[in-house]
């Protein structure tokens, strides 16, 4: 096996800090086109990670089905959301990361935070790559997965794996796998739970919506399913919700296998039908808004409900900037952070450590 070339060694201490944060979303498509999701999609959809059929039948039914339909509406749903920035994935976890960095600048951690994405780019390799050229010896990486799930969490893992493999010098790995209970997570949530309630009133039942899952994967062992209903209850507690004022349910589905129920939408429909009039919805697996959250929920799900016979439908935009999450997120990278050098050293320090250096690079 050939090896990446490594960068040209460091001696003594660099300017910039051993430890750093990878935070690693899902991806986005780099443009709302046709040829742009096609390319993100070939990406996304060719995991076996996300997708367990077998491979050269799966192959054959991506290569010459979806990816010559599915490119051109997808590409429409996300020129619905799209941003003038780009897409609003892209944006929030950007903005998420500098933000993550100056927080634990401010707890007195000297650590880099960089960004990546599963699908498309900055890439986890690529991401990596640039930490090790800048002195990185330590990466702990954090999915913006809230709760496990093996076509998710796991996936990253296997990404960063990859480029292990391929690696001479591999740095110290952690990995943060979940935070679906994590208090301070759980009261972020709650809080712009509540806050929306001042702003727009409240709906007589609370959705709690998550991404789904074939149905398979939780009698496979795959954990999702139940940190999503850990979630949700722990949600419902923090806002003192009562039995019959909340409601867990999964979106978007994909093919004719069974997915894990209640689906959304279905939900809602009922919901309406039933007589609720007024509802409020939050996603709470996703850390940013994305296409599941802005077109799926507060444009498709919104109008299913309000067609049914509903008449207000709020939703809760993701954790994305809010001040609580952010360090919510901050002391859980601290947590699991712990042991590592990431105290700022002394001015002093940093000039002592810069001689013995350069005394180290004379000698060579």
Same mark, same amino acid.
């Given at each position: 096996?050939?090896?990446?070339?490594?960068?040209?060694?460091?001696?003594? /201490?660099?300017?910039?800090?051993?430890?750093?944060?990878?935070?690693?979303?899902?991806?986005?498509?780099?443009?709302?086109?046709?040829?742009?999701?096609r390319r993100y999609l070939a990406q996304f =959809?060719?995991?076996?990670?996300?997708?367990?059929?077998?491979?050269?039948?799966?192959?054959?039914?991506?290569?010459?089905?979806?990816?010559?339909?599915?490119?051109?509406?997808?590409?429409?749903?996300?020129?619905?959301?799209?941003?003038?920035?780009?897409?609003?994935?892209?944006?929030?976890?950007?903005? %998420?990361?500098?933000?993550?960095?100056?927080?634990?600048?401010?707890?007195?951690?000297?650590?880099?935070?960089?960004?990546?994405?599963? !699908?498309?780019?900055?890439?986890?390799?690529? #991401?990596?790559?640039?930490?090790?050229?800048?002195?990185? %010896?330590?990466?702990?990486?954090?999915?913006? !997965?809230? #709760?496990?799930?093996?076509?998710?969490?796991?996936?990253?893992?296997?990404?960063? /794996?990859?480029?292990?493999?391929?690696?001479?010098?591999?740095?110290?790995?952690?990995?943060?796998?979940?935070?679906?209970?994590?208090?301070?997570?759980?009261?972020?949530?709650?809080?712009?739970?509540?806050?929306?309630? #001042?702003?727009?009133?409240?709906?007589?039942?609370?959705?709690?919506?998550?991404?789904?899952?074939?149905?398979?994967? =939780?009698?496979?062992?795959?954990? !999702?399913?139940?940190?999503?209903?850990k979630t949700g209850r722990l949600l419902a507690?923090?806002?003192?919700? +009562?039995?019959?004022?909340?409601?867990?349910?999964? %979106?978007?589905?994909?093919?004719?296998?069974?997915?894990?129920?209640? !689906?959304?939408?279905?939900?809602?429909?009922?919901? /309406? +039908?039933?007589?609720?009039?007024?509802?409020?919805?939050?996603?709470?697996?996703?850390?940013?808004?994305?296409?599941?959250?802005?077109?799926?929920i507060d444009q498709e799900a919104r109008a /299913?409900?309000?067609?049914?016979?509903? #008449?207000?439908?709020?939703?809760?935009?993701?954790?994305?900037?809010?001040?609580?999450?952010?360090?919510?997120?901050?002391?859980?990278?601290?947590?699991?952070? %712990?042991?590592?050098?990431?105290?700022?050293?002394?001015?002093?320090?940093?000039?002592?450590?810069?001689?013995?250096?350069?005394?180290?690079?004379?000698?060579?």
């Amino acid at each position: 096996m050939a090896f990446f070339p490594e960068p040209p060694r460091r001696h003594g /201490a660099g300017s910039g800090p051993d430890v750093a944060v990878l935070l690693c979303n899902l991806g986005t498509p780099d443009a709302p086109t046709a040829p742009a999701l096609r390319r993100y999609l070939a990406q996304f =959809l060719a995991d076996p990670r996300v997708v367990e059929i077998p491979r050269l039948v799966w192959m054959a039914i991506l290569h010459g089905l979806i990816l010559r339909v599915r490119p051109a509406k997808s590409a429409a749903k996300y020129a619905s959301i799209w941003k003038p920035e780009g897409s609003p994935l892209k944006v929030w976890t950007e903005k %998420q990361a500098k933000l993550l960095q100056g927080l634990l600048g401010e707890r007195g951690l000297r650590v880099r935070v960089a960004h990546a994405m599963r !699908y498309g780019t900055p890439a986890i390799a690529a #991401q990596l790559d640039a930490l090790k050229r800048e002195g990185v %010896q330590r990466v702990l990486v954090l999915p913006a !997965y809230p #709760q496990y799930s093996g076509a998710t969490t796991a996936s990253v893992i296997d990404d960063v /794996a990859r480029w292990a493999l391929r690696s001479r010098h591999v740095p110290e790995l952690r990995f943060v796998n979940r935070y679906h209970d994590d208090p301070g997570h759980i009261a972020a949530l709650a809080q712009s739970v509540r806050e929306h309630w #001042q702003r727009e009133g409240r709906g007589e039942k609370l959705v709690m919506s998550f991404h789904g899952m074939p149905e398979r994967t =939780l009698h496979l062992g795959d954990p !999702y399913h139940c940190e999503c209903l850990k979630t949700g209850r722990l949600l419902a507690e923090a806002l003192g919700l +009562k039995d019959g004022e909340w409601l867990v349910s999964f %979106q978007s589905r994909f093919g004719k296998a069974k997915w894990l129920q209640p !689906y959304t939408e279905p939900s809602l429909v009922k919901l /309406a +039908k039933g007589g609720v009039k007024a509802v409020d919805l939050i996603c709470p697996g996703f850390a940013a808004d994305c296409l599941e959250t802005l077109e799926e929920i507060d444009q498709e799900a919104r109008a /299913a409900f309000l067609a049914a016979g509903g #008449q207000r439908f709020g939703y809760v935009p993701c954790l994305n900037d809010h001040p609580a999450g952010m360090r919510a997120l901050a002391a859980l990278a601290e947590r699991h952070l %712990q042991g590592w050098p990431t105290a700022a050293p002394h001015p002093d320090t940093l000039a002592l450590q810069r001689q013995r250096a350069l005394a180290a690079g004379a000698k060579e």
